[in-house]
C-alpha cells in the first residue's frame, strides 16, 4: 500500500470512530453525555405519569447498563415498576455534539400533566447545541 492509501486508509478510520464516539476520548464522553440524558428522560417520564402520589416524590426506572457499538449502543433498563426495558440508540456525530435515537422509535405516552399524547422522552438523547456543546 502507497503511503498516501495508508493516509487515506487512517483517515477514514478515525471518521467512523469519531463517529462511533470514539478515539481520542471520545467514547467516554458519549457515554457519559448518553447516561445524563437518559435519566433526565427518565425523571421527565416519571412526572408525566399522574398515578404518581401527590406531595412525593415520583418513582422513576434506573439505567442498569449502557453497551455502545459502531454508530450504535444499547441501554437496559428497569421502568418504575421494575420491568426490565432495552431500548436502542442510532449514534451520528462526534464526542461532543452527536445525535441518539431510539430504533425502533419509541411509542408516544399520555402526558397526565397536559392530558394528551406526547413524544416519549427516551426517543432523542440528543445533545442540544449551545447547551451540551458548540454547534
Same mark, same amino acid.
Given at each position: 500500500?502507497?503511503?498516501?492509501?495508508?493516509?487515506?486508509?487512517?483517515?477514514?478510520?478515525?471518521?467512523?470512530?469519531?463517529?462511533?464516539?470514539?478515539?481520542?476520548?471520545?467514547?467516554?464522553?458519549?457515554? !457519559? !453525555?448518553?447516561? !445524563?440524558?437518559?435519566?433526565?428522560?427518565?425523571? !421527565?417520564?416519571?412526572?408525566?405519569?399522574?398515578?404518581?402520589?401527590?406531595?412525593?416524590?415520583?418513582?422513576?426506572?434506573?439505567?442498569?447498563?449502557?453497551?455502545?457499538?459502531?454508530?450504535?449502543?444499547?441501554?437496559?433498563?428497569?421502568?418504575?415498576?421494575?420491568?426490565?426495558?432495552?431500548?436502542?440508540?442510532?449514534?451520528?456525530?462526534?464526542?461532543?455534539?452527536?445525535?441518539?435515537?431510539?430504533?425502533?422509535?419509541?411509542?408516544?405516552?399520555?402526558?397526565?400533566?397536559?392530558?394528551?399524547?406526547?413524544?416519549?422522552?427516551?426517543?432523542?438523547?440528543?445533545?442540544?447545541?449551545?447547551?451540551?456543546?458548540?454547534?
Amino acid at each position: 500500500m502507497t503511503r498516501f492509501g495508508r493516509v487515506c486508509t487512517l483517515a477514514v478510520a478515525a471518521v467512523l470512530l469519531l463517529a462511533a464516539g470514539c478515539g481520542g476520548g471520545g467514547e467516554a464522553p458519549v457515554k !457519559q !453525555q448518553l447516561v !445524563q440524558h437518559f435519566n433526565t428522560a427518565l425523571g !421527565q417520564l416519571a412526572v408525566m405519569d399522574a398515578n404518581q402520589e401527590h406531595g412525593v416524590a415520583p418513582k422513576r426506572g434506573r439505567l442498569d447498563e449502557v453497551s455502545c457499538a459502531t454508530g450504535s449502543c444499547t441501554i437496559r433498563w428497569r421502568s418504575w415498576d421494575g420491568r426490565a426495558m432495552v431500548t436502542r440508540y442510532a449514534l451520528a456525530g462526534g464526542p461532543k455534539c452527536f445525535t441518539a435515537r431510539a430504533k425502533p422509535a419509541l411509542s408516544p405516552v399520555v402526558d397526565d400533566t397536559i392530558g394528551a399524547y406526547a413524544t416519549h422522552p427516551l426517543n432523542d438523547l440528543s445533545t442540544k447545541p449551545g447547551l451540551d456543546c458548540q454547534a
